[in-house]
């Protein structure tokens, strides 16, 4: 296995925006210090400055179309912000929410007035914005936010307020210092009518940096990380903004006053406009995997350096990494983090793919354009208008259904990817000892920024119910299809499953088949435990099981006459497990992917990686394989044996592993590591 060629082949299709980025942050080995060297307002302005840096570079210009002054390279741009997490996070954060929140606001949810008016400055960084969403009140639930907007058809108005301390903006990045606009969402009430949350653009500041009259800023003051991002609280008192102020590509109020929307069902509008917002969630996953890459390459390069105790009489002690506990302890995160790599570069195609197609951009106007001109035409014209419409009807359908699922994969990938963060940085910092413990060796800084991780563009567990419920809508969606025999051939299965395992019949062929191994099995009789498809068969079987298994409860509550939130709160944790039990497939599936189209020099490696991922997965749940059957114990046993086996395996090439991942020098070349003889 070659490092150039492992790197290659993780920076995908989109190397030359990484590399762009990795030049960039080499060229500054001050960068990986400022959170520990200067005081909170320099660290936050030196920030700053940096973001007008890679702004002048035009890195973040390349994921805004070009007609808006945009380089047109959404995957590019997302690569790129993914990088930065190999530096100063602090950064990372501030520029997520100037270019992806922000500007992404006035992208996806404006119009071209909208476009013309603000996303030049927003891009050149001429105009720092926020994205005010979050109250001390409501954060997930962004439905019930109180602040209102409130449509005053005198003046042609908003008068955007404040009605309450749970209303008050919390927690907003560039509030406290930098931030002139806002992108605020608020109630929208036109006449006496409550139209439910849109965004308006808001002016918070002056020129000069002052608040605007009926804006009161405050910070947040020190944080447990970040403190390179100014965040803070904003309250409006009264503060009027014009008509065009609305970002309304999904509705407007109209010159006489009246609100105006395409899409009639309002939690269909709202969860419309939610869904364009995506990409934070996209890049926040890639950004917290690649800080796990981070914390690994120290703290593997550290072990693969560092001696302690030996074997009696031995003259030289034994490096950490030899020993089986550091492997386990370190390789499996390792393992796991190439599977996440690759699941997140599927979801950064997936995500290009349905934004940069022009057709799922359209309004659906469209249709209504072709039904206008049904009056000047024939039946026969009018027939083939209808069928014109009709395919556009599916089109539109089809773009919403990829949509929603886009949403559930990348919560489901940043739920994950995150908690992997936090796990994995954890365990890198007592692997490393003492050393890990202090400030200049990066782990210790790592730690503090990515905690926020796991709560910030969507709590986690709240993100793990929106895939569950995703799965579950798709069940009965399924379900309802199914004709009389195939609903009684559904239920004879689901019976007989349930059967074996209360005969524990399962564990059964599972002994016998541990006892008396098939003809394949003879030469190598831990073959079939690394085979791709029963690695997919225990994944999928769980993932199943636990979804067909909340489902019947569910059901049951509801037909029980319970109250559906009482019914659904006391399943949360089994809908939770559903949801975690899909991405641990969708990853693992990902990473297999990912080996079968990889180079020939390469995939071998890449297999062991994978199988270490595989069965350390499995292994971690085989209290629940073990429960419901899945497994014998003698099975089990054999995971943990292979388990280990495949620690030995890759601990000699797991340096290379970790410079594989192109992460500039200065990043990892922390004082208790010497600079790596690999690369």
Known sequence: MTTSGMRDYLDGPYKAARDVVRAGLAADAELFDLAVTLPRDEYRDRVLGLLERITAEGHPARGFPKENGGGGDLGGFIAGFEMLAFGDLSLMVKAGVQFGLFAGAILHLGTERHHEKYLADAISGRLLGCFAMTETGHGSNVQALGTTATYDASTGEFVVHTPSPAARKDYIGNAARHGRMAAVFAQLVVGSENHGVHCLLVPIRSEDGQPLPGVTLSDCGPKLGLNGVDNGRIVFDQVRVPRDALLDRYAEVDVKGNYVSEIENPDRRFFTMLGTLVQGRVSVGGAAINASKVALAIAIRYGDQRRQFGAPGSAEEALLLDYRMHQRRLLPLLARTYALHFAQAELVDEFVRIFDDKTN????????VV?????ARSVEGEHDARVVEGEHDARVVEGEHDRRAL???AAGTKAVGTWHATETIQACREACGGAGYLAENRLATLKADTDVFTTFEGDNTVLLQLVAKGLLTDYRESFGKLDPLGTARFIAAQAVEVAVEKAALRPLVERLRDAVPNRSDTADPDAGLRDDAYHSGMLRFREQHI?????RR??????AGDEPFDVFNRCQDHVIAAGRAHVDRVVLEAFQSA??????EI???LKDVYDLHALATIESERAWYLEHGRLSPGRSKAITALVNELCAAVRPVAVDLVDAFGIPGAAVEVPMVVPSQHE
Do not use: F, Y
Request: glycine letters at 8%; zero cysteines.
């Open 407 to 409: 949403e559930a994969q």
């Open 547 to 551: 979804l067909s298994g909340v489902a």
């Open 361 to 368: 951009e359209k309004q659906p106007t469209s249709g209504r």
């Open 603 to 605: 995939r071998e490696r």
């Open 554 to 559: 569910l059901k049951a509550g509801i037909d």
């Open 371 to 375: 039904e206008a001109q049904h009056d």
């Open 595 to 600: 080996v079968r189209n990889a180079p020939e």
